[in-house]
Each structure stands twice: as C-alpha cells, then as structure tokens.
C-alpha cells in the first residue's frame, strides 16, 4: 500500500513527537490492520475468506457499512410511499368497497408504515 508523499511526512514527524498512528482499512466491509514495515511501507493482509463470492454478499447483507445501511434505508423508505401509494390506488380502483379490498388496503397500509420505520432505522447517524 502506497500513501501519498505529503501523508509520509506527517506520519514520520508523528513518529518522532507522539506514539506511532495506527491505521484501519476498510475492505468489502471488514476492517483490516495496516502494518508499518522498518522500510517505510505499509503492509495489510487480506484474509482468502474474504475473497469468496457469495460469502462477500452475505457478509454485506448481515453487516453493511454506514453508508450501505443509509442506502437500505433510503430504498425502505421508496418502497414505503409506493406501498402507501398502492394502498390509496388500490381503493380507487376496486368497483365495490368490499372486506377483501378493505383488508388489501389496510395491508398495504401496515407495510407501508413498518418500512418507513425500518428505514428510519436503518438511516440513523452512528
């Protein structure tokens, strides 16, 4: 790993005046240590279980990042107006105001609502 000319120097007075910096990589959702090499480079090591296709897409989903679950949130939360927006055209829609259209808009209405609290969720600042 490469860092830029300007950040090196920053790091090298650090050394000299405080405790060594320690640095965190973040890749495909996991945190990695960077490692100070004597020469001046910096190492990290990626785990081969990371580099698995499918267990890279379950690993999203069980533990996204920030800025992952800002995107679930955001999509919950269009998912929750067109539920809402179903619900009131379903209503129009249906010739008679009968039990069954009532239940389907009353369901599209709860949908609604659990996904817009999902995404309230999930958008949280952390």
């Known amino acids: 790993?490469?860092?830029?000319?300007?950040?090196?120097?920053?790091?090298?007075?650090?050394?000299e005046t405080e405790c060594s910096?320690?640095?965190?990589?973040h890749f495909q959702g996991v945190v990695l240590p960077v490692v100070f090499n004597p020469g001046g480079t910096h190492r990290v090591k990626v785990p081969v279980e990371l580099?698995?296709?499918?267990e890279q897409v379950l690993r999203a989903v069980l533990y996204p990042s920030k800025d992952q679950r800002h995107q679930n949130g955001r999509y919950m939360h269009t998912l929750s107006a067109a539920s809402i927006g179903g619900a009131v055209g379903y209503v129009h829609a249906a010739a008679a105001?009968?039990?069954?259209?009532?239940?389907?808009?009353?369901?599209?209405?709860?949908?609604?609502?659990l996904l817009w609290y999902g995404g309230l969720v999930?958008?949280?600042?952390?």
């Open 97 to 113: 105001l009968d039990m069954p259209t009532i239940l389907g808009a009353v369901g599209l209405g709860a949908l609604g609502i």
């Open 21 to 25: 910096p320690a640095f965190e990589l």
């Open 122 to 126: 999930a958008m949280k600042g952390d």
């Open 51 to 54: 580099q698995q296709g499918f």
């Open 1 to 15: 790993m490469n860092l830029p000319p300007r950040l090196e120097s920053l790091l090298k007075v650090m050394e």
